[in-house]
DNA sequence: CCGCATCCCTGAGGATACTG
DNA sequence: CAGTATCCTCAGGGATGCGG
């Protein structure tokens, strides 16, 4: 469909970084950071998300390498999920984000309300 | 028990997050710091841009406070987009991310190559 | 217990046309 | 020049049911 494309600033890394940092992983990769964790644990560890969005962000995380899916081939089936090492290098830079977010989280409340407020005397 | 701290993800930061890091901010702030713009030079800028979509950004952020748009009642309107301290802070933990991502792309592309060559073995 | 398949709905975002 | 308004598409993700 399409050619080559001019690339804007870096679309690997921003297509990389679209699927690590999606709506469910961070906390994912947080779980299972602490301790390797089957998929019915992942699920209570994070209740708000559904089967099928837990499936796909666990299958897009496996397929970037930064967990690692591990089939058990008991009674019935138990499957675990563990962090690998290349994800465990993920973990500084999110932190690092999260530090931001926690630290500028007022300032940015604030530039909100600011926004809010001002909605008027923008006449454009 | 190590006693390093955890990484909470609550709503507002995720929410917080999704609205900096999309698709378009990344290189809005990266273009923002280098120097002022004004509409149609992030247009030109970031080729790949609607003007819908990239209004809609600069709003977004706008209203987060990392940058401020300033209305010049010239002839026809100017209006200047411009980084701001807050936005400035962002730099850092984009950065430290954006490294990641350059270190680690080559794993990445071989976990990918992996994971589609287990998929045909697997049979799954 | 794990997770794939299906239907359905919402909303982000592209294309296009039109104003101040 | 800097948007707003309208239409349309399509992927994301919730709900439910089935299969290994």
Redesign the interface.
Known sequence: MDTD??L???A???E???QI?D?WS??IL?EL??RPCRFNELRRAIPQVTQKSLTATLRRL?????IERKVVSTRPVAVMYLITP?GK??????????????Q??P??E???R??EARGET???
Do not use: Q, Y
Not at 62 to 66: D, L, W
């Open positions: 494309e001019e804007v600033i870096d690997p890394h921003r990389l970084l679209d940092l709506k961070l906390g947080n950071c602490e496996e397929r970037n390498g930064v290349l290098t993920l973990r500084h830079p999110v932190d690092v984000l999260l530090a931001w977010a926690s500028n989280m300032a940015v604030r530039a909100r600011d926004f923008d006449g454009l």
